[in-house]
């Protein structure tokens, strides 16, 4: 009866529509949920996403949950995961992207997720990395240990959004290093991240992470804004 009260009082909300949610609904409405614009990339091996890396960087595969589009609903759901310590979108989207892939040939041989990580000012800031809550959520669906502390950010980035192709990828070079290394030897790395445009941001990352011996990375986002 309290949870009743508080919810006249502080209702829960879809943070795609901003909908009243129904007692069982968590983060999203199921009319959001169903219709999402999800992109079943975690099914074909040549989409479009994998295709940003095709002679750049030895990425196995590489999905996203959902498209991207500048004013629409998964905007809505990255922003409150970003910018409003909706923490919970990230490890829900996960958990439930987490038992897609699974049922993914391309994704079969992962045994270990690392999170693109944030730089300590950016973490000290926001208190939390999304991408960390997007990854927690996907470990715990296939059961797959979560390593957060090898892969490290040396310096911030200044904003994505308004920059060309070229400077996207000039911004986020040598940014990345190691520590600890031997913690992945051996390992098929599923690297993972919120958005994806033009694939930057995984390239530099995934270069770090395939100078550790007998590594292979694949990549997964929530959501994938293409720049044609």
Known sequence: MF?????????QVCYACGRSLLKKENCICLHCFYNLPKTDFHLKKDNPVTKLFWGRTNVQSAASL???????KVQNLIHHLKYKGKKEIGFSLGKYYGHLLKTSSMFSCINVIVPVPLHKKTLKKRGYNQSEYFAKGIGEAMEIEIIDNVLIKTATSSSQTKKSRF????????IFTLSSPEKLKGKHILLVDDV????STIDACTQQLLSITDVKVSAVTIAAALIH
């Open 3 to 11: 949870n009743d009260f508080l919810s006249l009082i502080f209702p």
């Open 167 to 174: 400077n996207r990828w000039k911004n986020v070079q040598d």
């Open 66 to 72: 959902y498209e991207f589009n500048e004013g629409g």
């Open 196 to 199: 994806v445009t033009t694939g």
